[in-house]
């Protein structure tokens, strides 16, 4: 079969692709193939009111499950109300919108064999020829960039009696500090239903499934919420880059292939939030004048180059946090870092700090030893 456009899995990137071309170029014949059952997997995304436009809100909206006027962050030193908007997708709302948009061209349940930048050779062994062919499988491990991790479980929960809560917990670290920096980071969808995930930055992959789910039982038990079902659950490990080059990932796979998400490197560095950077890609290729594997390749390269280039001083963060900070201790950094002027932890999140903000965030007397945070910073590590 020729197509316009095939896209290898069915993420949020991809997702998002595939939506923005049925709004702006519906003449393209696209097929998005995904080797789960539905697209998005089983995720929940999130976004800032200020990471987006307002255009790029306006054709994201349909998407959202749920939105907040404010958030909240809990430390073991205080606790603090932030303003501004927040947003969540969750997968199954995900793959309603997508999947009606792209109607017939959505097949699920396949897999991927092989692939280049102009055809798929799917499991069954049939093929699929196409001018632009877009990679957007996840991370590709690549050699040659070190990571720390942040790895996740969560659980949809049904209370018996309301929460109470009427905005999201972005971080509670009130709890016990294991494995690195961790907290509960907590979505309530209605009065009675939330979203609790156990979050680690750990310096591994790794995790105990059944302490995590315990653990979150636990935190709804702490805070006097009857459970009254278990539903949904989520789980992940995302990459937190320390170092290395753009070219580690972005040359990993067939030459020429297009990729994205963080398959191509575009995602926050230090929070691993992606929507933003699957937004705007998704508009970008969507404008392309010839929608071909060529165009788009060199489009991707040279903004997942310009991202990586101006995630440096992120990449010096993340030093600080992993190597220049005892595990237990990692709490110290956001702590301090959520002091800040609501202002400047909006462009934070959205990955726009200006030189201001940079001097603001390291300047005083560090949350981590002396030595040991100009070692991680300048590399010496």
């Not at 009606?100 to 069954?124: C, F, K, M």
């Amino acid at each position: 079969m020729s197509l316009d456009v095939v896209l290898a899995g069915g993420g949020l990137a991809n997702g998002l692709i595939a939506l923005r071309l049925r709004q702006l170029r519906p003449e393209l014949s696209l097929a998005v193939v995904e080797q789960g059952p539905s697209l998005g997997g089983n995720h929940t995304w999130s976004f800032h009111t200020t990471d987006l436009t307002e255009a790029e809100r306006d054709w994201v909206r349909p998407l959202l499950s749920r939105s907040w006027p404010s958030h909240r962050v809990v430390f073991p030193r205080y606790e603090r109300s932030l303003p501004g908007g927040y947003h969540s997708i969750r997968s199954e709302r995900f793959h309603e919108v997508v999947a009606g948009a792209v109607d017939g061209a959505l097949r699920t349940g396949t897999g991927i064999a092989e692939l280049g930048p102009g055809w798929v050779v799917l499991d069954d062994g049939s093929h699929l020829e196409a001018r632009c062919v877009i990679d957007g499988r996840g991370w590709p491990q690549p050699a040659g960039v070190r990571l720390g991790y942040q790895k996740f479980l969560g659980l949809d929960l049904r209370l018996a009696e309301p929460h109470g809560l009427g905005v999201p917990i972005l971080m509670d670290a009130s709890c016990e500090q294991l494995d690195g920096y961790r907290f509960f980071y907590v979505l309530p969808w209605s009065e009675t239903e939330l979203l609790v995930e156990d979050t680690t930055y750990s310096d591994t992959p790794d995790s105990d499934l059944g302490r995590l789910r315990s653990a979150v039982l636990g935190y709804a038990e702490q805070k006097g919420w009857k459970v009254e079902q278990v539903g949904r659950e989520e789980t992940g490990v995302l990459p937190i880059p320390l170092s290395g080059s753009a070219t580690a990932f972005l040359d990993v796979g067939p030459p020429g292939l297009p990729r994205s998400g963080l398959r191509a490197g575009l995602f926050h560095l230090t929070t691993s939030y992606s929507l933003p950077w699957a937004v705007r890609l998704a508009d970008a290729i969507a404008a392309l004048p010839l929608v071909d594997s060529a165009s788009v390749e060199r489009l991707v390269r040279a903004r997942a180059t310009e991202h990586w280039r101006r995630g440096a001083f992120f990449r010096v963060l993340n030093r600080m946090l992993f190597c220049a900070a005892q595990p237990e201790q990692r709490v110290r950094i956001f702590q301090r870092f959520y002091r800040s002027s609501p202002a400047l932890i909006e462009r934070f999140y959205a990955g726009r700090l200006t030189l201001f903000d940079r001097v603001r965030i390291l300047t005083g007397r560090p949350p981590v030893p002396v030595l040991a945070a100009l070692r991680s910073a300048f590399g010496a590590i």
